[in-house]
Nanobody
Framework: QVQLVESGGGLVQAGGSLRLSCAASGRTFSNYVMGWFRQAPGKERDCVASISSKGGFTLYSDSVKGRFTISRDNAKNTVYLQMNSLKPEDTADYYC?????????????????WGQGTQVTVSS
C-alpha cells in the first residue's frame, strides 16, 4: 500500500521561505514520478512541480518558476519542495502525489496516489 506523508507547512510572511517534505512508502520510490500540487480555497487543484523518477527532469508551473525547487532523495524515499520568495497567492493546501510512470508530468490524471496535504499560509 502506497503512503505519502507531507510535512513542513505553516505560516510565513511574504518573502519568506518554507521547505515541504513528502515521505513515501509502500513501493520502490525511485521508479516513479513525484509531483507537488496545491489547492487554494474555492479553486481547483493545480500542479506546482514534478520530478522524474531519477530526478533528471523537472517541470514547474509558470507561477512558481524561479522561486520553487523540487528535488528528491531516492535513498530516503523523500521528495522536497523548496519554496522561496513566497507570496500571499501561494497560500494553499499542498499535496504530494505519485503515479505509475517514471516521467515528470503536470497532469493530475497521471497521479494515482495522493498525500493528505499540508497547509501553507503566506501573510502579507
Amino acid at each position: 500500500q502506497v503512503q505519502l506523508v507531507e510535512s513542513g507547512g505553516g505560516l510565513v510572511q511574504a518573502g519568506g521561505s518554507l521547505r515541504l517534505s513528502c515521505a513515501a512508502s509502500g513501493r520502490t520510490f525511485s521508479n516513479y514520478v513525484m509531483g507537488w500540487f496545491r489547492q487554494a480555497p474555492g479553486k481547483e487543484r493545480d500542479c506546482v512541480a514534478s520530478i522524474s523518477s531519477k530526478g533528471g527532469f523537472t517541470l514547474y508551473s509558470d507561477s512558481v518558476k524561479g522561486r520553487f525547487t523540487i528535488s528528491r532523495d531516492n535513498a530516503k524515499n523523500t521528495v522536497y519542495l523548496q519554496m522561496n520568495s513566497l507570496k500571499p497567492e501561494d497560500t494553499a493546501d499542498y499535496y504530494c502525489a505519485t503515479g505509475d510512470s517514471p516521467r515528470s508530468s503536470c497532469s493530475s490524471g497521471e497521479y494515482r496516489y495522493w498525500g493528505q496535504g499540508t497547509q501553507v499560509t503566506v501573510s502579507s
